[in-house]
């Protein structure tokens, strides 16, 4: 606590696609052990190191045991903020990393062994709130940024823009976002479900989902994140109680291609410059973050809601975890290769919790 603490970043290379395989792509990326990684290709020869890799033989258990998922889920029972961002090229792998392969099939439901780092850490806040009892209650949001627009996922009825604002004692926080309470592994994932279905054409959405924790027999103001769920009046944010509410956020990071590359136009391409202001934002907060902290210069994070949100993730109390996903094929080696830079890049980064 209060100690400057390093944002983890592990990497996962999914396996070659049947389509890569037919196309007889070669494999560019080769883990050599002890979290480095290898990148060799004609003109490109280099090496990577990470807190972990996961190569294609990993199972989705082996990500949540060996990524340090599962202390963050503790961490975030204790009244910390944490947060899990997936990074990497549409097609590398995020969503899978994240929810297995449930948002690919919604008929059926998928195998336990398949699911990902989500429905792992619901299970386990789970089982927490279980031994814990009233002292610990779960409640879930999920929002989007779309075309520079904060969304509810959750809230019926159209999408709606949320604001997204600051204050002293909370950052940057969205306002009036729902929150509903969860007691259950299957009502969870069938908000995630729910959430996830209006996805815009061609590209990935960004979302951010947490588990919040409120201590009940504590007479703090409830977290402003209940208005939308329960019809509670809302209460002063008094001056004497802290907020005592961890949070555990995941982040699905949109793709990040170039527009050129995509041959997006029109609407799809006013989307995908906003996802790549967002992520060229994100990178340039990165890279200032990743400097000493005597030698940091302003960290513009209000060059984007995406910045905004992840504020505390990346520079202020939070705990971090990062996980780049990538291709292991030859076909992606550029953005393979930009993603590995990223993803370095951010190792130096840091937080105090
Ligand atoms: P992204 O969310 O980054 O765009 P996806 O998670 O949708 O990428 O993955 C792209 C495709 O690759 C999907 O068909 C997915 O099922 C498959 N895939 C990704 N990672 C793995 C993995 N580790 N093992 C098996 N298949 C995977
Ligand atoms: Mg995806």
């Given at each position: 606590e209060g100690r400057e603490t390093r944002l983890r970043v592990v990497l996962r290379v999914r396996p070659l696609t049947c389509t890569e395989t037919?196309?007889?792509?070669?494999?560019?990326?080769?883990?050599l052990g002890d979290g480095a990684v290898h990148v060799s290709a004609a003109r490109h020869d280099?090496?990577?190191?990470?807190?972990?890799?996961?190569?294609?033989?990993?199972s989705q258990e082996a990500v949540f045991e060996g990524s340090g998922m599962r202390q963050l889920v503790e961490l975030a029972v204790d009244g910390f903020s944490c947060t899990v961002f997936a990074f990497g090229q549409t097609g590398s792998g995020k969503t899978y990393t994240l929810m297995g392969p449930l948002a690919q099939s919604e008929t059926q439901p998928a195998s336990p062994a398949l699911l990902g780092l989500m429905q792992r850490s619901f299970t386990c806040l789970l089982e927490q709130s279980r031994?814990?009892?009233?002292?610990?209650?779960?409640?879930?949001?999920?929002l989007e940024i779309y075309n520079e627009q904060v969304r509810d996922l959750l809230s019926p009825g159209p999408p709606c823009n949320l604001p997204l604002r600051w204050s002293k004692t909370?950052?940057?926080?969205?306002e009036n976002q729902l929150s509903v309470e969860f007691e259950s592994l299957e009502a969870i994932v069938g908000l995630l479900l729910q959430g996830a279905e209006p996805q815009p054409q061609?590209?990935?959405?960004?979302?951010?989902?947490?588990?919040?924790?409120?201590?009940?027999?504590?007479?703090?103001?409830?977290?402003?994140?209940?208005?939308?769920?329960?019809?509670?009046?809302p209460q002063p944010q008094g001056s004497a109680c802290p907020s005592k509410q961890g949070t555990l956020c995941f982040v699905d990071l949109a793709g990040s291609?170039?527009?050129?590359?995509?041959?997006?136009s029109g609407e799809l391409s006013v989307e995908a410059n906003s996802i790549n202001r967002?992520?060229?934002?994100?990178?340039?907060?990165?890279?200032?973050?990743?400097?000493?902290?005597?030698?940091?210069?302003?960290?513009?994070?209000?060059?984007?809601?995406?910045?905004?949100?992840?504020?505390?993730?990346?520079?202020?109390?939070?705990?971090?975890?990062?996980?780049?996903?990538i291709s292991p094929?030859?076909?992606?080696?550029?953005?393979?290769?930009?993603?590995?830079?990223?993803?370095?890049?951010?190792?130096?980064?840091?937080?105090r919790p």
């Open positions: 037919r196309r007889g792509d070669r494999r560019v990326v080769h883990s280099a090496t990577f190191g990470f807190s972990a890799v996961f190569d294609a033989g990993a031994s814990r009892g009233s002292d610990l209650a779960l409640s879930a949001s999920y909370r950052g940057f926080y969205v061609g590209w990935d959405i960004d979302f951010h989902t947490y588990a919040g924790r409120k201590l009940e027999n504590l007479s703090v103001a409830k977290p402003s994140a209940s208005t939308g769920a329960k019809a509670s009046p291609e170039r527009v050129k590359e995509t041959g997006s967002s992520l060229l934002a994100l990178g340039h907060c990165i890279s200032l973050l990743a400097k000493p902290r005597g030698k940091r210069t302003h960290i513009p994070y209000r060059d984007s809601k995406l910045t905004r949100l992840l504020a505390r993730s990346l520079g202020g109390s939070g705990i971090t975890l990062m996980v780049a996903c094929s030859s076909h992606c080696l550029s953005e393979t290769l930009s993603t590995l830079h990223y993803a370095s890049r951010a190792r130096r980064v840091t937080t």
